[in-house]
């Protein structure tokens, strides 16, 4: 499936129509994709950039286009996106899969969360890959050269050991007075 019909889906809907008289300056810095290869439950999103309140627009696109503002993380502007890519969203998991290989990796790849985006005047595919052993494979992959640029796996047990313990505790505790455990 190719990234071009959502942006024509997203420029032809109201919701972008009414989105782009209120807010002038935006311009479009992400897109944002998710493929779950087991249940084929997908998440379409473009994102925009509205420098004259410094928020995002988040516009999902998988049923009808809503579009909900976000503040930002930090001061840095992101840079602007040209959304006509030349990997498909479907070549991504034969180009994470042939990395894989490369890299004598055997598990299987159940879903991908991919954010296309300028990083240093490149369009980079950031890819973070849930895998079948309990892992994740995070992944940058360069759009023009469908090149693999870095790749490397983390087990969850490496990611929750990086938690704060007490964080952790304190939403446990959290959740048990709201009858969440």
């Known amino acids: 499936m190719k990234v071009q019909p959502y942006v024509e889906k997203l420029?032809?809907?109201?919701?972008?129509?009414?989105?782009?008289?209120?807010y002038?300056?935006?311009?479009?810095?992400?897109?944002?994709?998710?493929?779950?290869?087991?249940?084929?439950?997908?998440?379409?999103?473009?994102?925009?950039?509205i420098p004259s309140e410094k928020k995002f627009a988040a516009f999902?696109?998988?049923e009808a286009v809503n579009v909900q503002i976000v503040d930002t993380?930090?001061?840095?502007?992101?840079?602007?996106?040209?959304?006509?890519?030349?990997?498909?969203?479907?070549?991504?998991?034969?180009?994470?899969e042939d990395e894989m290989k490369n890299r004598n990796m055997t598990e299987?790849?159940?879903?991908?969360?991919?954010?296309?985006?300028?990083?240093?005047?490149?369009?980079?595919?950031?890819?973070n890959c849930v895998l079948s052993g309990m892992e994740i494979l995070k992944a940058h992959i360069e759009d023009s050269s469908q090149t693999v640029l870095k790749?490397?796996?983390?087990?969850?047990?490496?990611?929750?050991?990086?938690?704060?313990?007490?964080?952790i505790q304190m939403q446990r505790g959290q959740q048990a007075q709201q009858g969440g455990l």
């Open 108 to 127: 299987e790849v159940k879903k991908i969360i991919a954010v296309i985006q300028n990083i240093k005047g490149k369009r980079i595919w950031n890819v």
């Open 151 to 167: 790749m490397e796996k983390i087990s969850f047990s490496e990611i929750m050991k990086k938690l704060p313990m007490d964080q």
């Open 73 to 96: 993380m930090g001061d840095k502007i992101p840079e602007k996106l040209n959304m006509e890519t030349k990997i498909d969203l479907d070549a991504l998991h034969g180009i994470i």
């Open 24 to 49: 002038k300056d935006a311009f479009l810095v992400a897109g944002f994709f998710v493929i779950d290869l087991e249940s084929g439950k997908n998440i379409h999103q473009i994102d925009l950039y």
């Open 60 to 62: 999902t696109l998988d």
């Open 11 to 22: 420029y032809s809907s109201p919701a972008y129509k009414d989105f782009t008289k209120k």
